[in-house]
């Protein structure tokens, strides 16, 4: 019987190998135009070294088209699917509002993740985001790339304790008046910012799981609006400003014209230390009770040219040997997807040799992970949002 | 009209209109709530009901509204000044030599450039804190102020240079240095023959070039994004944001916002019209002074403020570009490096060749369809005219979206091709604009004789004519080139972000936050106008002396 199973185990591997083998071939040859945000060096030139690797290993040509916003290329999309023009994107970095989007119009090609070999590697069990991208199933609609948490940055040559809460940041914010903000939502960042202001005012959580329509959204959500209300004459230029997003925050921790920064990624300090982008005294922290950590995906559209050759390049992006070069500080410390408990001995050093510095933070150190809420609060958040704090 | 003629002048106008019209059409559908991927087809006022109650879209629009004809007016009475102080009596020497130069800066890195002065993190702030031994970035709001007014600083000091050498022209064209100096000798003033002489004659010929920028001011993204408010933005970025907005079904708001910013424009030209006409009835009635100090005094202080502006903004990027580590308040960088260039070489290279290929090609062909067009059929009618500033005066935020698709439908695909086709749209109109003056200013004889002598049509194009506008051609050619440079929205949605170009790169930098990249990438916008611009001069120059000889 055991042996049945087993044999009948080996007849689905090898078929699925044969099936791998006619999507290796069939991608030979072809070029895979990435979609991918291109606002940092480090990722660029990350990206760039994965073109190198599926050249030499796949005989495909990988461009990365460079985007400001990954929603430019839903648009794109968009436009191509109400004209019937020929498809311009193969595999695009996305997550999120994005992904609960196209996947809810039709414009992602799929399923397709769990058909490639080293989907086995993932950390399926410990990461539940791995699947579930904000709340939204991902059906084998997009593939997991990386791993992010919400960290902060303080400069430690002007402030010695940083606030590791919601109610200490307001604290913060008075004692150091102007030197405070956030990204100005829609803006990804300023949005999740909300988000972990709700996960700090609220006294039922729970209902963040849930979509949004089916609760009294005002009234759940009043806690945050007060909080803002309290905190906004503090932060900088009033609350009448905001930064446009997290990468000038960064500059501005770095001018000190604010104290405190943000990142999605948790080394993110220690690369900006690395190459002069920050002082070596700035150093990470997160609040107490843990914050919003997510995963981002690849996925590829409904029109895509060469989707075998997205799907070799997608599977390459999480081979453990491009994994563990992109969580090393040196490229771009994004951390893994896969489970390094279970990879062979010799890759599982190269994920142990990598040095986090003393701006970043370690696993241990980033504890608690907090799930992002339901795709729905998104809009939620950011409407009512814009409906406080845009009109003036 | 001769078979060349003819097609010229076709081909001039399928390169227009084919884009323009289903640009239109494509925006006009969803705004009215057709737009059947979405499952919208539903058609009715629907989408502007929605657009109407969105978060502080009136307020936006004011805003907009606000800061479009500040920019406006204020470069208009900065160039006024300018012109009344002696522009035309080459009193601003320098000035007027770096003015092509100044032109050909993209706006977005001159906007970018303008923090040097404006940021709280300026060179100005940083003497302030040596000065008073402060730590930190002074709290002063001179960038993104909720006013709009350093946006509108940025628009009207960037936009100078452009009314000042569409007004030099005219001046050449109506002849009007002659009779400011006639005027001197019977011992009138500057103003006094400035304001009511010059201005009511020079007005309705810059009626077009004057529209062109208070369109470009009330539907601008870049500059906005860069150093506009935020709380809120002016409505061409918030139509920006909701062409991008996760919520698909936000494409339909955006199309109806790019049609009201479209309807705004309208009106803000046809208002123009009637502003125009009261500017030049109260020169004409008012009783001018013979010297008007104050007006002297600020025209200087302008043609200061334009010069430090610009070189100041040169060399924050250069500091920025070469920089590792610049903290506030040290007025240059503490480190030094290359590294910004090397590690970005790989995307600048290309870069700058996708931006040579698609700036040559589109200033070419459009000097060769303007050539064309005016060889062949003369001057546009009347009521051609206004046609040709359609896509100056269309918010390249509404209008462009669903153009490429389009063209990719009918076979130019993504590429080279789509950007130049779009590029063209934009580069045509300026190179008309400015070959019409240069050939109203010929002297027509010259080509009558030339051709009496030479008895035939091309050899006395080739031998007499277009030797004598060469110097033109060029300075055509660098013009349409540093506008094909400048363009975003175009060259983005054309290309599907295949083609990079400077420009794109410098924005999507711009999202990335650090600002050393930004500068090489805002650096290399800077300079490579400027480069076919110095070229181009050389060339006329030396085209002109080989003549003499």
């Known amino acids: 019987?055991?042996?049945?199973?087993?044999?009948?185990?080996?007849?689905?591997?090898?078929?699925?190998?044969?099936?791998?083998?006619?999507?290796?071939?069939?991608?030979?040859?072809?070029?895979?135009?990435?979609?991918?945000?291109?606002?940092?060096?480090?990722?660029?030139?990350?990206?760039?070294?994965?073109?190198?690797?599926?050249?030499?290993?796949?005989?495909?040509?990988?461009?990365?088209?460079?985007?400001?916003?990954?929603?430019?290329?839903?648009?794109?999309?968009?436009?191509?699917?109400?004209?019937?023009?020929?498809?311009?994107?193969?595999?695009?970095?996305?997550?999120?509002?994005?992904?609960?989007?196209?996947?809810?119009?039709?414009?992602?090609?799929?399923?397709?993740?769990e058909e490639v070999p080293h989907y086995s590697l993932l950390d399926l069990q410990n990461k539940a985001t791995l699947t579930i991208d904000f709340s939204v199933p991902t059906d084998g609609y997009e593939l997991p790339w990386g791993m992010a948490q919400l960290v902060f940055q303080y400069d430690s040559e002007f402030v010695s304790e940083p606030p590791t809460s919601m109610a200490q940041l307001l604290a913060f914010a008075e004692a150091n008046p102007g030197r405070v903000s956030y990204p100005q939502p829609p803006n990804f960042y300023g949005t999740t910012f909300l988000k972990q202001v709700a996960y700090e005012t609220l006294a039922d959580t729970s209902v963040l799981q849930q979509p949004a329509s089916q609760v009294d959204t005002e009234q759940v959500l009043a806690p945050v609006w007060q909080y803002l209300d309290a905190l906004h004459p503090h932060l900088w230029r009033g609350g009448e400003a905001f930064p446009a997003n997290a990468p000038q925050m960064k500059q501005m921790l770095n001018d000190g014209?604010?104290?405190?920064?943000?990142?999605?990624?948790?080394?993110?300090?220690?690369?900006?230390?690395?190459?002069?982008?920050?002082?070596?005294?700035?150093?990470?922290?997160?609040?107490?009770?843990?914050?919003?950590?997510?995963t981002h995906f690849v996925a590829i559209p409904f029109n895509a040219q060469s989707e075998a050759g997205a799907q070799v390049v997608a599977n390459f992006l999480i081979s453990p040997q491009a994994q563990a070069r992109k969580a090393d500080t040196q490229y771009w410390g994004d951390p893994t997807v896969l489970n390094v408990a279970d990879l062979d001995a010799a890759t599982k050093q190269a994920f142990n040799n990598i040095e986090v510095g003393p701006a970043a933070l370690t696993s241990e150190e980033l504890s608690a992970t907090l799930l992002e809420p339901h795709a729905s609060w998104v809009e939620v958040l950011e409407s009512q949002w814009a409906e406080r704090y845009l009109v003036r | 009209m001769n078979v060349p003629a003819r097609l010229f002048s076709s081909l001039f106008w399928a390169a227009f209109l084919l884009p323009i019209i289903s640009g239109v059409v494509l925006t006009l559908l969803p705004a009215f709530g057709w737009l059947p991927v979405l499952n919208q087809q539903q058609l009715g006022w629907h989408i502007w009901q929605q657009l109407f109650i969105q978060p502080s879209f009136w307020a936006a629009s004011g805003l907009t509204w606000w800061s479009g004809w500040l920019a406006t007016l204020a470069s208009l009475f900065i160039a006024a000044l300018l012109l009344q102080y002696g522009f035309a009596q080459q009193r601003f020497a320098l000035l007027s030599r770096w003015l092509s130069a100044m032109l050909a800066v993209p706006h977005a890195a001159y906007a970018l450039g303008l923090f040097a002065l404006l940021a709280a993190t300026g060179w100005p702030a940083r003497i302030w804190a040596l000065g008073s031994g402060e730590q930190l970035p002074p709290q002063i709001a001179l960038t993104q102020d909720p006013y709009g007014l350093s946006l509108a600083l940025t628009l009207a000091l960037r936009e100078v240079p452009f009314l000042l050498l569409m007004a030099l022209a005219a001046f050449r064209t109506l002849n009007l240095a002659p009779l400011l100096r006639q005027a001197r000798l019977l011992g009138y003033g500057e103003p006094q023959a400035f304001w009511p002489v010059v201005v009511p004659q020079l007005l309705p010929v810059l009626r077009w070039p004057i529209m062109v920028v208070l369109a470009y001011n009330l539907g601008v993204v870049d500059v906005a994004l860069i150093t506009g408010p935020s709380l809120p933005p002016t409505l061409a970025v918030m139509v920006h944001q909701w062409f991008v907005d996760p919520d698909l079904t936000m494409r339909l708001v955006a199309a109806a916002g790019g049609i009201w910013l479209t309807l705004m424009i309208m009106l803000a030209c046809a208002l123009w019209w009637g502003i125009e006409k009261l500017i030049i009835a109260i020169c004409m009635t008012r009783q001018w002074p013979r010297q008007t100090f104050g007006f002297a005094w600020l025209a200087k202080l302008s043609s200061i403020l334009l010069l430090t502006a610009?070189?100041?903004?040169?060399?924050?990027?250069?500091?920025?570009?070469?920089?590792?580590?610049?903290?506030?308040?040290?007025?240059?960088?503490?480190?030094?490096?290359?590294?910004?260039?090397?590690?970005?070489?790989?995307?600048?290279?290309?870069?700058?060749?996708?931006?040579?290929?698609?700036?040559?090609?589109?200033?070419?062909?459009?000097?060769?369809?303007?050539?064309?067009?005016?060889?062949g059929v003369g001057q546009l009618k009347r009521w051609q005219r206004p046609l040709l500033f359609v896509p100056l005066i269309l918010p390249q935020v509404g209008f462009l979206f669903f153009v490429p698709g389009m063209l990719a439908r009918i076979g130019i695909g993504y590429g080279y091709g789509a950007a130049i086709t779009l590029h063209l749209l934009f580069v045509l109109p300026y190179s008309y604009l400015l070959l019409e003056r240069a050939y109203l200013s010929l002297n027509l004889q010259y080509e009558q004789h030339a051709l009496l002598l030479s008895k035939s049509r091309w050899r006395a194009l080739w031998r007499v004519k277009w030797p004598l506008l060469a110097p033109a051609f060029a300075s055509v050619f660098a013009v349409g080139f540093s506008v094909s440079v400048a363009q975003y929205l175009a060259t983005l949605y054309a290309s599907a972000g295949r083609i990079e170009t400077i420009t794109t790169l410098t924005v999507s930098a711009a999202g990335g936050g650090d600002r050393r990249l930004i500068a090489v990438f805002a650096l290399l916008q800077w300079l490579l106008p400027f480069l076919v611009f110095l070229v181009m001069a050389w060339v006329s120059h030396w085209r002109s002396r080989w003549q003499r000889a």
């Not at chain 1, 060096?41 to 495909?60: F, H, K, R, S, T």
């Not at chain 1, 088209?65 to 968009?78: N, P, Q, W």
């Open chain 1, 1 to 113: 019987m055991k042996n049945w199973i087993a044999a009948a185990g080996l007849a689905t591997a090898t078929l699925a190998g044969a099936q791998w083998q006619e999507t290796l071939d069939a991608a030979k040859g072809q070029t895979v135009y990435f979609n991918a945000w291109g606002g940092s060096p480090l990722i660029n030139e990350y990206i760039d070294w994965v073109g190198e690797q599926v050249e030499a290993q796949y005989d495909i040509e990988l461009v990365h088209v460079k985007v400001g916003d990954i929603a430019d290329s839903i648009s794109r999309l968009l436009s191509e699917k109400a004209t019937g023009a020929q498809g311009s994107i193969d595999l695009m970095w996305i997550n999120g509002e994005n992904f609960a989007n196209a996947k809810a119009n039709d414009l992602l090609h799929g399923p397709w993740a």
């Open chain 1, 257 to 294: 014209e604010l104290l405190l920064s943000l990142s999605f990624n948790p080394n993110d300090a220690q690369t900006a230390v690395n190459n002069g982008e920050l002082p070596e005294s700035v150093r990470s922290y997160i609040h107490q009770g843990g914050t919003i950590g997510n």
């Open chain 2, 310 to 375: 610009w070189l100041l903004g040169a060399a924050w990027l250069l500091f920025w570009a070469f920089a590792r580590r610049w903290r506030f308040p040290d007025l240059w960088p503490e480190q030094w490096q290359l590294r910004s260039w090397l590690r970005t070489s790989s995307d600048w290279w290309p870069a700058l060749v996708d931006t040579l290929v698609v700036g040559v090609a589109s200033a070419t062909l459009a000097l060769v369809l303007v050539i064309g067009l005016l060889e």
